[in-house]
């Protein structure tokens, strides 16, 4: 997605990723998709990281009988939303349905952090705009510890990140920086800190 000049009237569909790193700081998506920054290259560690996970989701298979149904990889993209996302698994009961996020690191945090809430927040959308299932819940899957975190999603959280997808798109359309994250702590971890310099 970055690393592409965007026509001013052209609306933006933005990742799940995209909406995660919005709610981080605001300031990532300026330097995405403004400054054109491209992610800084992973490291062999990262890789690896990405090669089980992707492993773990392509081995996956729902029996066929199980209910509820689980499905992998779902691909989803909806223009009027303004959104796109690859769901690494979606749990189908009825109609409701459960977006999952699947991470193999050794480390966990509870309760799921904001930003990661809205991105699968994002995948909940999504889900919604293209399946028509109802989403009230998401989960995070640590395969590795065996353990799963959950968090439900009402209507206050999905109103939110459709404010915060106008929000986004207005930094592109109107190319103004936004102001540094007021949490400075999160600027330690930032891929972005020596373009930004919180100046
Ligand atoms: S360095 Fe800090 S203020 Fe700058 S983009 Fe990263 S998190 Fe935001």
């Not at 773990?56 to 298979?61: E, G, H, L, Q, W």
């Not at 992998?72 to 979606?90: M, P």
């Not at 690191?105 to 293209?130: M, N, T, W």
């Not at 359309?173 to 600027?187: A, D, L, Q, W, Y």
Request: aromatic share 10%.
């Amino acid at each position: 997605m970055s690393g592409m000049k965007h026509h001013p009237l052209e609306k933006i569909v933005f990742t799940a990723e995209d909406v995660r790193q919005y709610t981080y700081c605001p300031r990532i998506i300026y330097f995405r998709y403004v400054m054109n920054v491209n992610m800084p290259p992973r490291t062999y560690k990262m890789e690896k990281g990405i090669e089980k996970h992707e492993k773990d989701v392509r081995n996956f298979k729902s029996p066929p009988e199980s209910s509820p149904q689980k499905y992998a990889n779902i691909y989803l993209k909806d223009e009027r939303v303004g959104l796109i996302a690859l769901l690494d698994f979606l749990e189908v009961d009825g109609d409701e349905a459960i977006p999952i996020d699947l991470k193999t690191g050794k480390r966990y945090q509870e309760p799921i952090s904001d930003h990661h809430f809205a991105q699968l927040v994002a995948q909940a959308l999504l889900v919604e705009a293209c399946m028509g299932q109802i989403v009230r819940r998401v989960r995070v899957d640590y395969t590795r510890l065996k353990k799963v975190l959950e968090r439900q999603v009402d209507v206050d959280d999905k109103f939110r990140v459709l404010r915060d997808l106008e929000r986004m798109q207005e930094i592109v359309e109107t190319e103004i920086i936004p102001s540094p994250t007021n949490i400075e702590g999160k600027c330690t971890d930032c891929e972005f800190w020596r373009y930004c310099l919180r100046v």
